[in-house]
């Protein structure tokens, strides 16, 4: 979808404020991999159980490995706020 969109260069976006890291923007990711830092209780109210560990972030990880530097190259630190979102901003 990325590509027919004429983004091939940046198929997906996660800013990385460089290499100090954004972890409030990947978090969406993150717990898209079912990999939350802390569990839910019934109510919704965050427990002190970290939830990011085990299979679901290792999936996690391994994505974010996967598409860095050594592998696909997309998520990079050298892509910033402005940078990344010039191609939607011109259409």
Do not use: H
């Amino acid at each position: 979808m990325a590509e027919e969109a004429g983004f091939e260069d940046r198929p997906f976006l996660l800013y990385t404020n460089g290499t100090a890291g954004d972890g409030y923007s990947s978090y969406p990711l993150q717990t898209s991999f079912g990999a939350p830092v802390f569990v839910q209780d019934e109510s919704g109210s965050y427990t002190t159980e970290v939830g990011m560990g085990g299979e679901a972030g290792e999936a996690y990880a391994q994505f974010l490995y996967d598409n860095g530097q050594a592998g696909t190259g997309y998520f990079s630190d050298t892509i910033d706020y402005d940078t990344s979102n010039e191609p939607v901003r011109v259409g």
